[in-house]
């Protein structure tokens, strides 16, 4: 709600520095709108220009943005790399020296530009920056002119050398694709989305009922203090619950080291065998919900707006989106924590479309890996996959009410060998032995050949390119931030094979290097499902997004899940909306599948709440 003090625009040469306390720039956005506009971290940007101006800037080239694209997931990443002045630093030749002082502040680190910088004595220090914050009817100094400058000339250069490597790693795609899904999710967090404060004050009070119940069944059964690990472990260990989990920290090789776990994911697994374990879990659950998602949960409803406004995060290291202050993405679903998505409600007289893809990841894996007889079972258009995946493993009639438990072990396992989980893994899961799980497993890819064969190809390119390459259409890059441990790991063993001293490789050697390996190629097969269905709802909010600004529809996306979007918009168009949700998600997905094997679905409906 600050106002816009300072606008800059120009180009390499000519920068204007504009005073908008003084100076009316109604003008500029006439003369800007259709242009291309480059700049570093630019949601920034076009939220403040949006809010104050209500200038649309549809064509953006985002640094920032494309730099991520350019080093995702490699090692040397770290907290300021994708910062203007590191950005600067490693394309146009600047160097840094911390020792001298910065305008405002000891120890900035000061550019000081060998060629090219219009401005070599003033630095990128933070201090120049927060001056605007208070700068109130103050004259601008000469370090804030040069400040505003700086960002105007420096992402054009930076531009031009970021060019060159994405052409060269052929990443064109996922460049235009993230910068255009850039203002849709800057407008995203803009409109935000209307939370009724006083349902979600009765919510969070019946749970709290809820809470206080189980904690008296469980001093019913035991009355010690049930937040105690210490003291959960020992009534969990007199009565033979195994809560012994290897120590991943300590342990090393073959070296390992135990403690004791009382945390719900391991006790879980014994829900079934003790009667104790569903109330604790009960309890621990709800415990999680009235903490976070009480009255705290309020401040983030905006005191102007009325509106939850979430931060997003564009790119994390799967492509996918991630949601923080607050995370709208982990807002509790389900029967047992229903009430909490019903408070987000639109504005009287709208309603919401909400539209999710219908098994999104695992079409996506059936068109990637050119599995048969998954194509097959979506050909079928059978509603059940997880019966049809038991039966093909277990040769038996399988469904919702015959074979149940066959049911779930397809279930589980379909989700667990896509991310790539070990025998140790699902033996955990399941409580069997490893030669049991692995069973599972053999079984799992003898229903499924196909997939193997394409997991495996995953597995070996991965480890001969020290990258993940996500799918021949935006061709994303992860990169392996153990690649080049993993080499030498490789190169040791293969120099003590040839010596014949293979015997004598130490085991925490063999151990670290499986340990890598393995993460490797989990990676390798889940990450490109990820990052393509990730790539596929931005495409599907661009198109909805741009049909609705073009179309001028009384309408606006105000929250997005992984494979999600809520669309808020007047009730009397609400099944056009619907229908052109259903036509751009499904147009997007069916786009982005590399081989159009199988075709992807979208499931809209119509509510005054927000669900699904």
Not at 104 to 117: A, D, M, N, V, Y
Not at 519 to 534: F, V
Not at 559 to 566: A, G, K, R, S, Y
Request: with cysteine; glycine share 4%; aromatic share 12%.
């Amino acid at each position: 709600t600050n106002k816009i003090v300072m606008l800059q625009i120009g180009d390499v040469n000519r920068q204007f520095v504009i005073d908008t306390r003084y100076v009316d720039v109604k003008c500029v956005g006439e003369w800007i709108k259709d242009k291309r506009i480059v700049g570093q971290n630019l949601k920034f940007d076009y939220k403040q220009v949006k809010w104050h101006y209500n200038w649309r800037l549809l064509k953006l080239y985002d640094t920032m943005l494309v730099e991520k694209i350019l080093n995702n997931n490699k090692l040397e990443e770290e907290s300021g790399f994708y910062s203007l002045a590191e950005l600067a630093q490693r394309y146009l030749g600047a160097e840094f020296n911390p020792m001298i002082k910065g305008p405002g502040g000891k120890g900035k680190r000061k550019i000081l530009q060998e060629q090219g910088s219009l401005f070599p004595e003033y630095s990128f220090s933070k201090a120049v920056r927060d001056e605007f914050s208070n700068i109130k009817d103050k004259p601008f100094t000469l370090q804030q002119i040069c400040y505003g400058a700086n960002d105007v000339w420096m992402p054009l250069l930076i531009r031009r050398a970021q060019l060159r490597l994405v052409a060269k790693d052929s990443i064109q795609e996922a460049v235009k694709l993230e910068n255009r899904f850039l203002p849709a999710l800057a407008e995203i967090e803009l409109n935000g989305i209307y939370l009724d404060s006083e349902q979600w004050v009765e919510n969070y009070e019946k749970y709290c009922a809820l809470f206080e119940e189980s904690k008296e069944i469980l001093k019913r059964i035991e009355d010690i203090n049930w937040n105690s690990s210490k003291q959960v472990g020992k009534v969990f260990k007199a009565l033979g619950i195994p809560i012994e989990i290897i120590d991943k920290v300590k342990s090393e090789g073959d070296i390992k080291v135990y403690k004791d776990s009382v945390q719900e994911t391991h006790i879980a697994k014994y829900k079934d065998k003790w009667d104790i374990i569903n109330p604790y879990l009960t309890y621990k659950g709800l415990q999680k919900l009235t903490t976070s998602y009480g009255e705290k949960f309020l401040k983030h409803v905006n005191q102007v707006t009325g509106r939850v406004h979430s931060d997003f995060i564009q790119i994390i290291t799967t492509n996918r989106l991630s949601s923080s202050n607050p995370n709208v993405q982990q807002v509790p679903t389900g029967e047992e924590k229903e009430g909490f998505r019903e408070c987000f409600k639109p504005e009287e007289g709208n309603v919401f479309v909400v539209s999710d893809y219908s098994g999104q990841e695992s079409r996506v894996v059936t068109d990637m890996a050119i599995e048969r007889a998954m194509i097959e079972f979506y050909h079928r258009k059978d509603d059940d996959m997880h019966s049809y995946s038991a039966r093909r493993m277990f040769q038996v009639p399988v469904s919702k009410t015959e074979n149940k438990h066959l049911r779930q072990l397809g279930k589980v396992l379909g989700f667990s060998v896509n991310y790539g989980a070990s025998a140790h893994k699902v033996a955990d899961t399941f409580q069997v032995s490893i030669s049991v799980a692995q069973d599972f497993i053999d079984k799992y890819y003898s229903a499924y050949p196909d997939l193997k064969v394409y997991f495996d190809k995953c597995h070996s390119k991965a480890k001969q390119r020290g990258y993940i390459l996500t799918d021949p259409l935006y061709k994303r890059r992860i990169y392996i931030t153990e690649y080049k441990e993993y080499k030498e790991l490789e190169q040791f063993i293969e120099r003590y094979k040839k010596s014949g001293w293979v015997n004598h490789i130490p085991k925490k050697i063999w151990s670290r290097y499986y340990t890598i390996k393995g993460n490797i190629e989990r990676n390798s097969q889940n990450w490109p499902i990820q990052s393509l269905s990730a790539s596929m709802l931005k495409l599907a909010v661009c198109l909805t997004f741009e049909w609705i600004v073009e179309n001028k529809i009384d309408a606006k996306i105000v929250n997005l899940i992984h494979d999600e979007i809520v669309v808020e918009c007047n009730k009397k168009i609400a099944k056009k909306v619907s229908k052109a949700l259903k036509f751009f998600m499904e147009e997007a997905g069916n786009y982005v599948l590399p081989n159009k094997l199988v075709k992807i679905i979208a499931n809209p409906v119509i509510a005054d709440y927000w669900a699904h």
